[in-house]
């Protein structure tokens, strides 16, 4: 069983900065490719940003230059750090781990995923 338990959401004005977290628990190895999907109300599930254990990044062009992600392995840990925040990143930000070492942006790729934290960005 594998626990994915993001944190880090809220309230903020656009152009500000929120650090999302997202902490992995469970059986070693199934968390080898993670990545962050966000959901806007009426929408699609939408890829942002993954990193694989070895740190490749992939990132979503609307966010690029403005998100970053990071890991720290020893912590079984993903960060999504988000600047320049603007109205249309609200949404519902979910982490997701894979068990590939392959950095996808396919929501289907994913078989672990978190519950979910909301970001809302105001003008």
């Known amino acids: 069983q594998v626990q994915l338990v993001e944190s880090g959401g809220g309230l903020v004005q656009a152009g500000s900065s929120l650090r999302l977290s997202c902490a992995a628990s469970?059986?070693?190895?199934?968390?080898?490719?993670m990545g962050w999907f966000r959901q806007a109300p009426g929408k699609e599930r939408d890829f942002v940003a993954a990193?694989?254990?070895?740190?490749?990044?992939t990132y979503a062009d609307s966010v690029k230059g403005r998100f970053t992600i990071s890991r720290e392995n020893g912590k079984n840990t993903m960060y999504l750090q988000m600047n320049s925040l603007r109205p249309e990143d609200t949404a519902v930000y979910y982490c997701?781990?894979?068990?590939?070492?392959?950095?996808?942006?396919?929501?289907?790729?994913?078989?672990?995923w978190g519950q979910g934290t909301q970001v809302t960005v105001s003008s």
């Open positions: 997701a781990a894979d068990s590939s070492l392959a950095a996808t942006m396919g929501r289907y790729e994913y078989a672990y």
């Open positions: 990193i694989n254990w070895s740190g490749l990044r």
């Open positions: 469970g059986r070693t190895g199934s968390w080898r490719t």
